[in-house]
């Protein structure tokens, strides 16, 4: 059967079951996983621009922007221009992103130790290192 052998369809699949079970697990702290996600990523980040925060994490620039939004209005991050340049926007997290970051980091952790237990870590991130050959292509 064709949805059996497809990886797009099974990736996705698998996808959306590991992101739903991770927001039920992390519905307390506020955050979703994608949420989490792109804040750790503005957390760990040398280059806070936009469009570094978009090449790391693999969205399109609207994609993004819409995604930072719910953030920015919930108060855990601020978006500006550039000084140096106005045409661009860094984002860096606020006091209170930094705190729910913090908060959330245990609870994610404890979600993961759960999820380990039906799913390696070792061929999650197998998966999504050998599909960053993709984006060339």
Do not use: K
């Not at 609207?62 to 860094?90: F, M």
């Amino acid at each position: 059967m064709l949805v059996e052998a497809c990886a797009g369809w099974n990736s996705r699949l698998a996808a959306r079951r590991i992101t739903q079970f991770l927001d039920r697990e992390l519905a307390g702290c506020g955050l979703s996983v994608a949420q989490l996600g792109l804040m750790a990523e503005i957390a760990a980040a040398d280059d806070d621009t936009l469009g570094a925060l978009a090449r790391r994490t693999g969205l399109e620039q609207s994609t993004l922007s819409r995604n930072l939004r719910t953030l920015e209005r919930e108060g855990l991050i601020e978006i500006a221009a550039v000084e140096t340049d106005l045409r661009r926007r860094a984002v860096w997290l606020t006091e209170a992103g930094a705190r729910r970051l913090e908060a959330a980091i245990p609870v994610w952790r404890e979600a993961h130790a759960r999820l380990a237990e039906c799913l390696s870590p070792a061929l999650a991130r197998r998966l999504a290192d050998q599909a960053e050959a993709l984006t060339g292509t």
